[in-house]
């Protein structure tokens, strides 16, 4: 690159270059700050995925793109718990010192909006990494993990389920019809 002297910067030189500016800086058909943020993202989460890759374990990487992805899950519930404890919060807050309790009221307030713009942010940046960053580091390794598993708040429950499915068999028919007949009705319920 050449350096500019004094006399290369004429008027024609400087409106060319504000030109290029403007269309560089304010353009319509460039991406949007948000579009440009993820493509940030995922290069970015992409890279500090694959740092991990000694070429040994092919597996590893998918592994810690599903732990990276499943955190951002856990925090959204996180998240979404917290604003429902503080929306009850609000709806029972009673208003009786005009002076205290308004303050407290709008700082439960304040703290919500804050909490939502989290939880925004938040559940961009999961489902960047469900729909972008995790099927990229599929095709870098060459190895998936299958579909994206939801997080489920409550394992427990369907662990009980597939437990009492597995009891179903025909020789419990045949054995023992009223449990067998109890445990279909206990797992349709609990579903």
């Known amino acids: 690159m050449e350096q500019l002297t004094l006399d290369d910067l004429t008027t024609e030189f400087l ?3 504000s030109r290029r500016l403007q269309l560089d800086t304010f353009s319509e058909y ?3 700050y948000w579009e440009a943020w993820e493509r940030q993202f995922v290069q970015l989460e992409v890279a500090a995925i694959m740092f991990h890759d000694d070429g040994n374990d092919i597996t590893f990487c ?3 793109a599903d732990g990276r992805c499943r955190g951002f899950e ?4 996180q998240l979404k718990t ?7 919060q609000i709806q029972q807050h009673v208003i ?4 205290i309790a308004v303050v407290e009221h ?4 304040e703290r919500r909006d804050r909490l939502r713009d989290q939880w925004v942010y938040c559940r961009h940046c999961f489902r960047t990494f469900r729909d972008k960053v995790r099927p990229e580091i599929a095709r870098r390794t060459g190895y998936t993990m299958g579909a994206y598993k939801p997080y489920d708040p409550n394992p427990s429950r369907t662990k009980h389920v597939r437990v009492a499915k597995e009891l179903l068999t ?3 028919l045949r054995e023992d019809p009223e449990r067998f007949k109890q445990l279909v009705s206990s797992i349709t319920q609990a579903n």
């Open 15 to 17: 409106d060319n270059l």
């Open 170 to 172: 025909a020789d419990m």
């Open 62 to 64: 998918t592994k810690v």
């Open 74 to 77: 856990y925090e959204l519930y």
């Open 30 to 32: 460039g991406p949007t």
């Open 96 to 99: 009786t010192d005009p002076e």
């Open 82 to 88: 917290y604003g429902e404890k503080l929306n009850h």
């Open 106 to 109: 709008d700082k439960l307030v």
